[in-house]
């Protein structure tokens, strides 16, 4: 659909093969705008992949951790690096993502990110990009151990609240 079929990362938005990721970590579908969402892990940006093969770049930018060593900011300082960035957002602010690990919509097709980086869940509008903080995740920061955690969003209420989140961490 979307990517170099060999392989090839980089940073760019463009209509199928021409379009470039680097460490896509996760990926959603959302029902409600008809797209792919995709946790562009090494570029520190959230994707969007339409039907039609065509990738744009919703939030996010590489390069957000020598950012914030260029910055004076410890690149694994987790709530450093929020003060330091567009963490949190109101509508028509470009949001920074950093590290974004694993990805989910809501039933109302608003975006549920886990950053490594920033340790942390945030609900994302990929509309308006108003951005909030929604849980305190802190997991693991390190050169090479990146800890690991997961969650899912319940759009349906099948098994607790409509978008109920459920998550952990190791």
Not at 60 to 69: D, S
Not at 77 to 90: H, I, K, P, V
Not at 125 to 132: F, K, R
Not at 161 to 170: A, E, M, Q, R, S
């Amino acid at each position: 659909l979307a990517g170099d079929p060999n392989h090839g990362s980089g940073f760019l938005d463009g209509t199928g093969s021409a379009a470039r990721f680097d460490g896509p970590a996760s990926l959603v579908f959302d029902p409600v705008a008809d797209v792919l969402y995709v946790a562009d892990q090494d570029n520190d940006a959230v994707r969007r992949v339409t039907r039609a093969g065509v990738v744009t770049t919703v939030a996010g930018q590489p390069g957000m951790r020598q950012r914030l060593t260029d910055d004076g900011v410890s690149w694994n300082d987790q709530l450093a690096a929020r003060g330091a960035t567009q963490f949190e957002t109101t509508a028509g602010q470009q949001p920074d993502i950093y590290m974004p690990q694993c990805i989910r919509v809501d039933s109302q097709g608003r975006i549920i990110l886990l950053e490594v980086g920033y340790g942390a869940l945030r609900r994302i509008d990929p509309n308006t990009l108003l951005t909030e903080t929604i849980g305190e995740v802190r997991q693991k920061h390190r050169e090479w151990d990146r800890g690991w955690a997961w969650f899912d969003v319940d759009r349906y209420g099948n098994s607790g609240l409509v978008d109920g989140i459920y998550w952990t961490k190791f």
